[in-house]
């Protein structure tokens, strides 16, 4: 079984770029989430969609960050204008809901995004 | 709403030796509990998971945690490491209830030395 796909691997920009990340999760992962992994941290939630439509995105700084599930499968994120502290590895996950509804999250590798 | 406290952020340890990695969670409804290890430059790998059941669970490479309600925590512990052990491990927790985002506490580098 594929895993998580994630690209890419790592980016280089400049402060007030803009920069796109894409997400494949696993076949059949209807739940798909972005975290946002800064330096010295653990990941932090960004935004949970579940098929196409957004469960939780109160955490996402919406006036820079965007992110879209089209179609239910794969995902991007989006950055427009970045800053400095947006340097992070911006993980994407997938979940497969097991019997009696447990959930386990499966881990992409992650774009590490490093802000001039 | 969650939160999870690795409290030591370095471990240092000796090849064979055993060690322990504490979690302490606080939640105000049941949670699932996970252990996830980051090898150098890799995304995070699941290694163990408490969903129900037995509160002592192992993963393939030697690991176990044990989850304590009463305590609220779920420490990881491997009688004897290896060099391949290297890398930081992190404690996340979940509701039981519905499918949420994990909460993760901040990590804890493991490093075993020869």
């Known amino acids: 079984e594929a895993g998580v796909a994630q690209s890419p691997r790592y980016k280089i920009i400049e402060k007030r770029q803009s920069v796109a990340f894409w997400c494949n999760p696993i076949?059949?992962?209807?739940?798909l989430y972005w975290y946002q992994q800064i330096l010295g941290q653990g990941p932090k939630l960004l935004i949970q969609?579940?098929?196409?439509?957004?469960?939780?995105d109160s955490q996402l700084p919406k006036d820079r960050f965007s992110a879209e599930r089209l179609k239910g499968v794969d995902s991007t994120l989006k950055i427009q204008p970045a800053k400095l502290e947006d340097s992070a590895v911006y993980l994407c996950?997938?979940?497969?809901?097991?019997?009696?509804?447990?959930?386990?999250?499966?881990f992409g590798p992650g774009t590490r995004l490093l802000v001039l | 709403a969650q939160s999870v406290t690795q409290l030591d952020s370095q471990v240092p340890v000796f090849e064979e030796a055993p060690v322990e990695l504490r979690c302490n969670y606080s939640s105000s409804v049941s949670v699932y509990l996970f252990w996830y290890v980051q090898y150098p430059n890799q995304g995070l790998q699941l290694l163990l998971k408490y969903l129900s059941g037995s509160t002592l669970v192992e993963s393939i490479n030697g690991f176990e945690a044990e989850f304590n309600k009463s305590q609220t925590s779920f420490h990881l512990r491997k009688p004897s490491v290896h060099i391949s052990d290297t890398a930081e491990y992190f404690c996340a927790v979940t509701p039981d209830t519905g499918r949420r985002a994990l909460t993760f506490g901040s990590g804890t580098r493991l490093q075993v030395q020869p």
């Open positions: 969609f579940q098929n196409n439509g957004v469960v939780d």
């Open positions: 996950a997938s979940s497969l809901v097991e019997r009696a509804g447990k959930e386990t999250q499966y």
């Open positions: 076949s059949g992962h209807a739940t």
